[in-house]
Each structure stands twice: as structure tokens, then as C-alpha cells.
């Protein structure tokens, strides 16, 4: 069964900071893997998806790299601001696990930005 | 990307009553939806299937009966929570998936009932 795990739980860093978030999955067998974004009482806005095939991808200041064999993916983000506070959730769409939609969620880092 | 809008965003109603909440895809059609509840600071739990012109299919543990889905087109899925209780009260999100290309699921902004 697929588990994903998120670490940290929960991060605090000054304005302007690189920083890194951490995934792990137990299956390396997946499809892709879906970084989200959610705001306190919204929905999840997906930031960046890797095919299985792909090591990583960019969107502006975010960077997700992913090493299957490894069960490892990394989202990086660069000269942090205020706004990135959020919580990001790490999911992954694999063979095994996972429901109906072949999801198996992170609980999440819980990012703050401090001005 | 795709946009899937949710509606209500916010619902209050009293115990006994039954409320529908609405999820569309804005600009591509969605042949299968997906509805999550996720309660505080937890992540989120599929609650169900929604596949178009067909029954739902529901994950274990969730009552098809409680939680009534409709999906009558390929932009819109319902999820109607009847006989509502308190313990219903939850944040409740809709998900849809590109046909083609990527498979990259969008998610609308939920909705958040409040059962009184």
C-alpha cells in the first residue's frame, strides 16, 4: 500500500529564504506526482505535476524534482515571500494504493512566511 | 491550467434539512469527478466517484444513501448531503481530471457547511 510522507510537518523562515520541502513515497511504482498549494479554507491549487518520466519541473520561483528509484520528491522554493504561506500537499498517482482516483495525499508542510 | 468551480462556498442549515453542492469544469469537459471531505488540518479523504451518465462509486465506509451524486452532464457533478447532522459539518472539495493529455487533476475551491 502506497504512504506518502511529508517532512516537515511544519516550517516557519524569514522572508527572501530558499527553501526546500520534502516527499517520500513507498512504491516507486507511479504514474506522476502532483505538488498542491492550499490556502486556509480553500480548495488546492495544483503548482506543479511530474510525469514518472520526468526528473523535474519549474513554474517561476518553484522547482520539483523527482527520483523515483528513490521514492523522493523535492519542492524548492526560491526568495520566499509573505504570500507562499500555505500549506503543500504532496500527492502521488500510482499502481498500487490510493483511491478511486489514484491519489495518495502527504498530510502536508505547513509554510510561514515571516515578513 | 483547467478551472473547476465549487458552489456554495459557504453553507449553514439546520439538522434535518438536505443541501446540494455544485462542481464544475469551466473550460473542459470532466467525464469523472471526484469529491474529498477533509476535516481541520487533516489532508484530504475521497469520499466518491462521480462518473457521467452512471452511478457513483463510493469509497468504503461512505454512505451512498447520506451523500446523493449526480453527475447529468460532463461539466457538472452534485453532491447532495441529505438528512443533514452536525457531524456532517466538514470542508467538502471537488476534483476533476483532464480527459487527455497529462491526467493532471484540478480542484475546486470547496465548500464549507456548517450543520446547526
Known amino acids: 500500500k502506497q504512504e506518502v510522507t511529508q517532512i516537515p510537518a511544519a516550517l516557519s523562515v524569514p522572508e527572501g529564504e530558499n527553501l526546500v520541502l520534502n516527499c517520500s513515497f513507498t512504491?516507486?511504482?507511479?504514474?506522476?506526482l502532483q505538488w498542491f498549494r492550499q490556502d486556509p479554507g480553500k480548495g488546492l491549487t495544483s503548482l506543479l505535476l511530474i510525469q514518472s518520466s520526468q526528473r523535474e519541473q519549474t513554474s517561476g520561483r518553484l522547482n520539483a524534482s523527482l527520483d523515483k528509484s528513490s521514492g523522493r520528491s523535492t519542492l524548492y522554493i526560491a526568495a520566499s515571500q509573505p504570500g507562499d504561506s500555505a500549506t503543500y500537499l504532496c500527492a502521488v498517482r500510482g499502481r498500487s494504493g490510493g483511491g478511486a482516483d489514484g491519489l495518495t495525499f502527504g498530510k502536508g508542510t505547513h509554510l510561514i512566511i515571516q515578513p | 491550467g483547467a478551472v473547476v468551480s465549487q458552489h456554495p462556498s459557504r453553507v449553514i442549515c439546520k439538522s434535518g434539512t438536505s443541501v446540494k453542492i455544485e462542481c464544475r469544469s469551466l473550460?473542459?469537459?470532466?467525464?469523472?469527478m471526484f469529491w474529498y471531505r477533509q476535516f481541520p488540518k487533516q489532508s484530504l479523504m475521497l469520499m466518491a466517484t462521480?462518473?457521467?451518465?452512471?452511478?457513483?462509486?463510493?469509497e468504503q465506509g461512505v454512505e451512498k444513501d447520506k451523500f446523493l451524486i449526480n453527475h447529468a452532464s460532463l461539466t457538472l457533478s452534485t453532491l447532495t448531503v441529505t438528512s443533514a447532522h452536525p457531524e456532517d459539518s466538514s470542508f467538502y472539495i471537488c476534483?476533476?481530471?483532464?480527459?487527455?493529455?497529462?491526467?493532471?487533476?484540478?480542484f475546486g475551491e470547496g465548500s464549507r457547511l456548517t450543520v446547526l
Open positions: 462521480s462518473n457521467e451518465g452512471s452511478k457513483a462509486t463510493y
Open positions: 476534483s476533476a481530471r483532464l480527459s487527455t493529455g497529462s491526467g493532471e487533476l484540478f
Open positions: 473550460d473542459f469537459q470532466a467525464t469523472t
Open positions: 512504491d516507486s511504482a507511479i504514474y506522476n
